[in-house]
């Protein structure tokens, strides 16, 4: 079963970056699209950007097009999110999903991932 592990949370002003990290293991990330979604508090869990399994097709929000980078390295397992420009309202619990069902795809909705991490936190306050 795959798992993921997501690293690289914690606070910064705004205006400031940070890198997030979504490793897996117990499957080769090769075959799955990875999605990156996040949670503020009092507010349903939305997607922020994906990647598909070759890195051919990307996917972002509105609210974060042109501030965050997604990227995966697949010798390493691994899939980041780059995060610059943070804003306050980019807070928040944020997690990454597997899914090996549409590899090609690229989809910002939660029902297409079957594999979840436990989430990492990303605060933006002065």
């Known amino acids: 079963q795959l798992q993921l592990t997501e690293s690289g949370g914690g606070f910064v002003q705004p205006g400031g970056s940070l890198r997030l990290s979504c490793a897996a293991s117990?499957?080769?990330?090769?075959?799955?699209?990875i999605g990156w979604f996040r949670q503020a508090p009092g507010k349903e869990r939305e997607g922020v950007s994906c990647i598909s399994s070759s890195g051919g097709r990307t996917n972002y929000a509105d609210s974060v097009k042109g501030r965050f980078t997604i990227s995966r390295d697949n010798a390493k397992n691994t899939v980041y999110l780059q995060m610059n420009s943070l804003k306050p309202e980019d807070t928040g619990v944020y997690y990454c999903?597997?899914?090996?069902?549409?590899?090609?795809?690229?989809?910002?909705?939660?029902?297409?991932?079957?594999?979840w991490g436990q989430g990492t936190q990303v605060t933006v306050s002065s």
């Open positions: 999903a597997g899914d090996r069902r549409f590899p090609s795809g690229a989809f910002l909705s939660s029902q297409f991932y079957n594999y």
């Open positions: 117990g499957f080769t990330l090769h075959y799955y699209t």
